[in-house]
C-alpha cells in the first residue's frame, strides 16, 4: 500500500537559515511525488512535484526537492528561510492514472524565528 | 487568477442535520476532490470526481455523499451530521492527466457540529 511519512512533527528555524523537510514514502513502483503549502488560514498550494527525468525538481518560491529512490525519500529544501515561510507542509505520493489513490503525509508546520 | 470556491469559511450544526458544503472552481476543471483535514492525520480524501454526474469513494467515504450536476460545482452533502465529522473540509480541482493530482485548493470551511 502507498504511505507517506513526515517524521517531523514541527520544525523552528532562523530567518536566512536552510531548510530541509523530510518525506519518505512507501510505494510499488515509481512513484509521483508532490509537496504542498498551507499557510495559516488557506487552502494548499502545490510548491512541486516529480513524475520523472532529473531528480532534482525546482518548485515555486525558492523551494527545491531531490527524489532518492534507494531511500525512499523526497526532502523538500530551501537554501534560506523568510519569515513569509512559515507554514504547513505536506508531501504526497500521486497515482498514475486516477485521482482517489494520492496519500498525503501528516504534515510538518515550519516556525521562522527572527 | 484560478479560484476555488468554498461557499462557508466557518460552519456551525446541529447533530442529526443534513449538511450541505459548496464548492465551485472557474477553471473548467474535469477532477474535482473533496478532503478532510485533521490534526496529525494530514488530509483524507472523502470523493473524488472526475466528470459531470461521475464519482468515486475516496478513503473515508462513509456518512458523505457528493453531487457533481455541472461541471464546475461539487457539493459535499453530510447525510445525518455527528460530532465526528467536526472538521477542516477542503476542496480542490485539476485537470486529468499525468498523476491527477488536486491543483488548486479552496481555503477551506471549518465545520463544527454540536
Known amino acids: 500500500a502507498q504511505s507517506v511519512t513526515q517524521p517531523d512533527i514541527h520544525i523552528t528555524v532562523s530567518e536566512g537559515a536552510s531548510l530541509e523537510l523530510r518525506c519518505n514514502y512507501s510505494?510499488?513502483?515509481?512513484?509521483?511525488l508532490f509537496w504542498y503549502v498551507q499557510s495559516p488560514g488557506q487552502g494548499l498550494q502545490l510548491l512541486l512535484k516529480?513524475?520523472?527525468?532529473?531528480?532534482l525538481v525546482q518548485g515555486i518560491k525558492g523551494f527545491e526537492a531531490e527524489f532518492k529512490r534507494s531511500q525512499s525519500s523526497f526532502n523538500l529544501r530551501k537554501p534560506s528561510v523568510h519569515w513569509s515561510d512559515a507554514a504547513e507542509y505536506f508531501c504526497?505520493?500521486?497515482?498514475?492514472?486516477?485521482?482517489?489513490?494520492?496519500?498525503f503525509g501528516t504534515g510538518t508546520s515550519l516556525t521562522v524565528i527572527p | 487568477d484560478v479560484k476555488v470556491t468554498q461557499s462557508s469559511r466557518y460552519l456551525v450544526k446541529r447533530t442529526g442535520e443534513k449538511v450541505f458544503l459548496e464548492c465551485v472552481q472557474d477553471m473548467d476543471h474535469e477532477n474535482m476532490f473533496w478532503y478532510r483535514q485533521d490534526p496529525g492525520l494530514g488530509l483524507r480524501l472523502i470523493y473524488f470526481s472526475y466528470d459531470v454526474k461521475m464519482k468515486e469513494k475516496g478513503d473515508i467515504p462513509e456518512g458523505y455523499s457528493v453531487s457533481r450536476e455541472k461541471k464546475e460545482r461539487f457539493s459535499l452533502i453530510l447525510e445525518s451530521a455527528s460530532t465526528n465529522q467536526t472538521s477542516m473540509y477542503l476542496c480542490a480541482s485539476s485537470f486529468p492527466g499525468v498523476g491527477n493530482q488536486p491543483q488548486h485548493f479552496g481555503d477551506g470551511t471549518r465545520l463544527s457540529i454540536l
Open positions: 504526497a505520493v500521486g497515482p498514475s492514472n486516477t485521482g482517489n489513490q494520492f496519500y
Open positions: 510505494y510499488g513502483a515509481t512513484p509521483y
Open positions: 516529480y513524475f520523472s527525468g532529473d531528480t
